[in-house]
């Protein structure tokens, strides 16, 4: 088939792969170059370089509107895969393609629709989740499903969980444009209790430690690496890193308490403790959290979440 695809971050390029290999790509379609790091140099996206190394068409937008459009019209594409582009498509440009706009999202619908589903599955405690394949409509991930696949949600930050999930998605979106390929296929509405995952707002990365260590880790896998874990010690935020199940004969100190054990590094938390590999203070690198506590042996999280103590002016 003759196919647009749009996506923009690593998590869409191997599935742009898996296209690639089987269909004609006649336009990558992606966000324009971002500036990126401390000098804020503009980068392309992770989509964007793939698809110069692989001598694909490139389009570039913000949002789908005017010559955009015009472009892809042009195209007289069979079908567009998307897999994260960070845009809204309108009623004209779900039009653009003779089968549609099809969707690779990482949950199984209607469970967690939005931006950030893993990480939302992952913050709510969740051990299984899965992906699907679906039909763009004029809602917000609401259209019909083609394809969907049940998966295991493990323990550990959402990068790895994503990164993992892409390249299984990069599977089942390939099964799911051969079945559009050679017309064997059905489109399924959507069934059950709908649930949201927007976007996660830095000021929800906080870690209360005076929670459960079940919830604290859970959040802090869900905030990982992006936007980043953090608390406050004495009012002033403090990244933390490498939050991890506690072991059998770890000490438990009080909620908020760091405590140095035979081999490592715990936190207190509302009902035991946490490890913890990395703390980074207030306007400082991060550190080894056995060196952050040799120089800070009294420090202590705050606790609670409110704006005194979440470092919020």
Request: hydrophobic fraction near 40%; proline fraction near 8%.
């Amino acid at each position: 088939m003759r196919i647009v695809f749009a996506g923009t971050p690593p998590a869409a390029v191997p599935s742009l792969d898996a296209l690639h290999a089987d269909h004609e790509i006649v336009s990558v379609l992606t966000r324009p170059d971002a500036p990126v790091g401390r000098r804020r140099v503009l980068t392309p996206s992770p989509v964007k370089h793939r698809a110069q190394e692989l001598g694909l068409p490139i389009l570039e937008a913000a949002r789908l509107r005017g010559d955009v459009l015009e472009r892809l019209e042009e195209l007289h594409a069979d079908a567009v895969a998307v897999v994260a582009f960070g845009a809204i498509a309108g009623p004209r440009a779900l039009a653009t393609s003779r089968l549609g706009w099809f969707n690779l999202h990482f949950s199984l619908l209607p469970q967690y629709r939005g931006a950030a589903p893993v990480q939302r599955a992952l913050m709510d405690g969740r051990t299984h989740s899965g992906l699907t394949v679906f039909q763009i409509d004029e809602g917000m991930d609401t259209g019909p499903v083609l394809l969907q696949r049940s998966l295991d949600l493990p323990a550990a930050d959402a990068g790895s969980v994503l990164a993992s999930y892409a390249e299984q998605g990069a599977g089942l979106l390939r099964s799911a444009f051969s079945r559009l390929a050679t017309g064997d296929f059905h489109l399924t509405p959507q069934a059950g209790d709908a649930s949201h995952a927007a976007k996660i707002d830095p000021d929800e990365a906080r870690l209360d430690l005076s929670r459960p260590a079940a919830e604290v880790l859970g959040r802090f896998r869900g905030v990982s690496p992006s936007p980043g874990a953090w608390a406050t010690i004495e009012g002033r935020r403090t990244k933390i890193a490498g939050l991890s199940e506690a072991r059998p004969g770890d000490i438990a100190p009080r909620p908020g308490e760091i405590a140095a054990t035979e081999d490592g590094v715990v936190l207190g938390t509302g009902d035991g403790a946490v490890r913890v590999a990395g703390i980074q203070p207030f306007g400082r690198p991060m550190m080894d959290a056995s060196d952050f506590l040799r120089g800070r042996p009294d420090a202590v999280f705050d606790l609670g979440d409110d704006d005194e103590q979440s470092g919020r002016p």
